[in-house]
């Protein structure tokens, strides 16, 4: 499986971003789709999964602000940011996985107070 991320950038404390993620290859036997996220000098984090079923697992930090979404038949699972704060500035990876995990390239948010 390959996955390809794309959405991040920079934007003002507040604003939104939509991260998208489409994943290629062996995909049949897919069934989490998400993200976890990397800030400068700390851990790897959840941010959020779904599964295919549409169950969800959030962050605490985010819940309420971002919302996973997946298109099953594009194999394509997106974050929607909103509300977003200066402590969101992270790299973003999507996270897949089937009988393995998998994960993107990892693309950078970043937010400006």
């Known amino acids: 499986v390959q996955l390809q991320a794309s959405g991040g950038g920079l934007v003002q404390a507040g604003g939104s971003l939509r991260l998208s993620c489409a994943a290629s290859?062996?995909?049949?036997?897919?069934?989490?789709m998400g993200w976890y996220r990397q800030a400068p000098g700390k851990q790897r984090e959840l941010v959020g999964i779904?599964?295919?079923?549409?169950?969800?697992n959030y962050a605490g930090s985010v819940k309420g602000r971002f919302t996973i979404s997946r298109d099953n038949a594009k194999n394509t699972v997106y974050l929607q940011m909103n509300s977003l704060k200066t402590e969101d500035t992270a790299v973003y990876y999507c996270?897949?996985?089937?009988?393995?995990?998998?994960w993107g390239q990892g693309t950078l948010v970043t937010v400006s107070s």
């Open positions: 779904m599964d295919r079923d549409g169950g969800t």
């Open positions: 996270y897949v996985r089937d009988v393995q995990q998998y």
């Open positions: 290859g062996s995909t049949f036997r897919i069934n989490i």
